[in-house]
């Protein structure tokens, strides 16, 4: 995921705790530094795609056991959760981070960059975390082991969801935020607020961006196929030809959001990706096959594009008498991203104790689509961006999220564990009354 505005001129580091922060925050984000630091280059060290977290699941639920709980494993098949239970009365919260690592070969220099290979819809590529999601885990492996020191002092009940495949499945596997719930993990236990962060390129180290309401998009997939009749390239006439009609079926599509949607409500994105068919200039193929994704911020609009994208793939390849076959979406995609108002503003001053009120910014609205969308459709949500982009590199040139280079700022890590627990802490000390 990709953040679509860049924040320069980092500031300084804050080593040491800031004001406002509570005391224990520091005092744990300290004890457990070097341990997060050392899982972080151990998991990106040994990556795993999606659905495949076998290792680094078994790191998790390890650590959770050492730390005395008892972890659930394997669910939506490799995701871990634990429930820590405090020793005094409380709300109850979850805290969620993501394993899965990408299908990039890694080009950075880094003593842990990561050798690993594999095989992915039939090619061979490397295996890198270029998302950050070592980041995330050992985040929250620190915070885990952080909140169980406190234990007994601690109002209410923790649940730290460790997920796979935040960048989806492997074709024909359920998994990821949805499968996680589909196994009832919020059956069994339902929060009150669940908490979940981001490391981004596009801000730099020493900060936090949050945004309020909807912060990432819904992504949806679509696939269209043109069905026409072959025919010799010199005898159009003889054959249906869904080269043109594919064409004509683009640029009319370009008016679903153009002319249809309410673009000054919120933004909506509809790209094509891919165009596949013929094989020689002079054949006229059967058919045309495109896919491609819907960015979208309100529901309504969501499926307004959905309806309006088939209707006009169907209606324009039938004015060239072919016909079209859209499934629009053609997978199940990520929801809308929404931080509850309400939550957003409440926990705002305690991600400002951390990093300081001018360090946090408002990043506005992103593209990029997560699945921790799920969970805050579940219950209220807040999901915040850490800065990754090292002080002397400008965030905007940085190689961003997904990249080969893409190069994570380890004080990221430190101000990751500060902040949630910062946020659970107070929080779970001050929960809203209703
Ligand atoms: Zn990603
Ligand atoms: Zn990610």
């Given at each position: 995921m990709a953040a679509i505005l860049v924040f320069a001129a980092p500031p300084a580091a804050h080593a040491q705790q800031a004001a406002g922060e509570r005391p224990e925050v520091a005092a744990a984000a300290q004890a457990v530094g070097d341990k997060v630091v050392a899982w972080r280059r151990d998991i990106h060290a040994h990556p795993e795609l999606g659905n495949r977290e076998t290792r680094t699941a078994a790191l998790v639920a390890?650590?959770?056991r050492a730390l005395g709980l008892e972890p659930k494993t394997g669910i939506a098949t490799t995701g871990v959760t634990a429930v820590l239970k405090g020793g005094r009365p409380g709300?109850?919260?979850?805290?969620r981070a993501d394993m899965d690592a990408l299908p990039v070969t890694e080009r950075t220099d880094v003593p842990f960059a990561s050798k690993v290979t594999t095989?992915?819809?039939?090619?061979?590529?490397?295996?890198?975390?270029?998302c950050g999601h070592d980041?995330?885990?050992?985040?929250?492996?620190g915070v885990a082991e952080a909140l169980v020191a406190m234990k007994d002092e601690l109002p209410g009940e923790v649940m730290f969801i460790f997920q796979?495949?935040?960048e989806g499945p492997p074709d024909g596997e359920e998994g990821g935020a949805e499968e996680m719930l589909a196994q009832g993990i919020f059956s069994d236990f339902k929060p009150e607020a669940v908490f979940g962060l981001h490391v981004f390129s596009t801000l730099g180290a020493g900060r936090i961006g949050v945004h309020a309401g909807p912060t990432m998009a819904a992504s949806d997939r679509f696939n269209i196929v043109v069905k026409g009749r072959q025919t010799h390239g010199s005898r159009p006439w003889g054959g249906i030809d869904p080269v043109v009609a594919a064409a004509d079926l683009i640029g009319t599509a370009q008016t679903v959001v153009s002319r249809r949607?309410?673009?000054?409500?919120?933004?909506?994105?509809?790209?094509f990706g891919a165009i596949n068919g013929g094989i020689r200039y002079n054949i006229i193929p059967d058919q045309v096959e495109m896919v491609g994704t819907i960015r979208t911020f309100d529901e309504d609009m969501r499926q307004g594009v959905f309806a309006d994208l088939k209707?006009?793939?169907?209606?324009?390849?039938?004015?060239?008498?072919?016909?079209?076959?859209a499934q629009v979406p053609d997978t199940k995609g990520n929801p809308v991203t929404v931080n509850d108002p309400a939550l957003t503003a409440r926990m705002l001053p305690s991600l400002q104790k951390v990093v300081g009120a001018d360090n946090v910014v408002d990043p506005g609205l992103t593209m990029g689509a997560e699945d921790f969308s799920f969970y805050a459709r579940e219950v209220p949500g807040l999901f915040f961006f850490v800065g990754a982009?090292?002080?002397?590199?400008?965030?905007?040139?940085?190689?961003?999220?997904?990249?080969?280079?893409?190069?994570l700022d380890e004080s990221a890590l430190d101000i990751g564990v500060r902040a949630l627990l910062q946020v659970s802490l107070d929080y779970l000390n001050d929960p809203p009354r209703s």
């Open positions: 390890d650590h959770l709300p109850r919260i979850a805290l095989t992915f819809r039939g090619q061979q590529t490397g295996v890198m975390h270029a980041a995330h885990t050992s985040v929250l492996m796979p495949a935040e949607q309410d673009i000054s409500k919120q933004p909506v994105v509809l790209s209707n006009v793939a169907e209606k324009v390849a039938q004015a060239h008498g072919a016909t079209a076959v982009t090292p002080r002397d590199q400008d965030p905007k040139t940085a190689p961003s999220n997904h990249s080969p280079e893409f190069f």
